[in-house]
């Protein structure tokens, strides 16, 4: 008997349709953090619903949808999108990749998954010639804010609210 020790791979690739499956239990957790902290603005969805946005997230040719899959299982997923601005009546030419979507499974948070994601989003808007990487996170939502702080990301505006 040989002493060989198999490695796990972690790899970061493009999402494709057979990935569906579990994509969407990563955006059902998600949704799910949410609804708790905001019943109010977020509404539960149907498993379908969540399958065919997930399907949309990896056909959309704007998008560009990267999971982070280790012994064929997605632990996580980002979503980008390239945002230009110009000829905006305040706001300086640029271009910008979005972050529209980053999940990461609950059994894998704290153990570098997001951060693995977050600077393959960094490496991308570099090769894109992006000034910046940008997303929104909600207010209440103190362990996505403390992951991005982590990520040395800063709050660069707020939206504020007076509920009605």
């Not at 977020?42 to 949309?56: M, Q, S, T, Y």
């Not at 894109?128 to 929104?136: K, T």
Request: glycine residues 2%; contains cysteine; positive net charge.
């Amino acid at each position: 008997m040989s002493n060989f020790k198999k490695t796990s791979t972690v790899l970061i690739r493009k999402a494709k349709k057979e990935d569906v499956n579990q994509i969407m239990l990563l955006l059902d957790q998600v949704l799910k953090i949410h609804i708790y902290i905001r019943p109010d603005i977020f509404k539960e969805k149907k498993k379908d619903v969540i399958k065919k946005e997930a399907l949309n997230m990896i056909e959309d040719k704007e998008k560009i949808t990267l999971v982070l899959e280790k012994n064929d299982k997605i632990l996580g997923i980002i979503v980008l999108k390239v945002k230009k601005v110009k000829n905006h009546v305040n706001l300086k030419d640029s271009k910008v990749l979005w972050v529209d979507e980053l999940c990461v499974s609950e059994k894998s948070r704290q153990k570098g998954i997001g951060k693995q994601l977050i600077n393959k989003a960094i490496e991308i808007a570099k090769d894109l010639h992006c000034v910046r990487l940008e997303l929104n996170c909600w207010e209440l939502n103190d362990e996505a804010i403390k992951f991005y702080k982590k990520q040395e990301m800063q709050t660069q505006r707020r939206i504020m609210e007076i509920k009605i």
